[in-house]
């Protein structure tokens, strides 16, 4: 595990395997003093707190955090999401990884999917568990305009659109799942380490 400094009260940390998502609810779990934000990435977890005082405090106890393992993850309640396979980039997806368009959802709907983190637009959940099969590299070309509630696959993780927006992912189909809601209390429908199934309709 390594420190970064981020300013005088926050602290990046990495080296913490393949799952930050659980590391930061496992430091969540602490209910250490003084801590504001834990919030997970790809690769690594920034800590903020309220002072320097809470920020030295916290750091001297990051080796308590305890390890999550498999089993604990594996008891997390599933968002199952409604998903129709209609997406415009279906059958290049299927050409793409020479599976048939079949195979292609079938893949996709039986993976088991986590939040890794979140980012991109509020309630945009960066879900990881897409078979290798599957995993392309971004469109050469992004859209100007991806419809809210659809549903796409890059690199190494699915997603679906909370709103209309930019961007450069492969879509599969879409939902009418609501992923984000001012006013719904908490407003983001994923967070990281939620667990998704999504189901074919």
Request: hydrophobic share 45%; charged share 20%; aromatic share 6%.
């Amino acid at each position: 595990m390594r420190l970064l400094p981020m300013g005088a009260m926050a602290v990046l940390v990495e080296g913490l395997g393949d799952d930050p998502a659980a590391w930061s609810e496992a430091v969540r779990s602490l209910g250490l003093a003084g801590v504001i934000d834990v919030v997970p990435a790809a690769r690594t977890v920034l800590i903020r707190c309220e002072s320097r005082a809470a920020l030295a405090a916290v750091a001297e106890r990051l080796h308590e955090v305890p390890d999550l393992g498999a089993s604990d993850r594996e008891q997390r309640p599933t968002i199952s999401v409604p998903l129709r396979y209609d997406g415009p980039d279906l059958d290049e997806v299927a050409a793409l990884t020479g599976r048939s368009v079949d195979e292609v959802v079938s893949l996709h709907a039986a993976a088991r999917y986590e939040v890794a983190f979140c980012g991109f637009a509020p309630g945009f959940g960066y879900l990881r568990g897409l078979p290798r099969e599957l995993q392309l590299p971004r469109r050469r070309t992004p859209r100007t305009r991806v419809p809210a509630g659809s549903v796409a696959i890059a690199a190494e993780y699915s997603a679906v659109y909370p709103t209309d927006s930019p961007g450069g992912w492969h879509l599969l189909g879409s939902t009418d799942v609501v992923l984000f809601d001012a006013s719904r209390e908490p407003p983001a429908l994923l967070s990281p380490g939620s667990v998704v199934r999504f189901e074919p309709t």
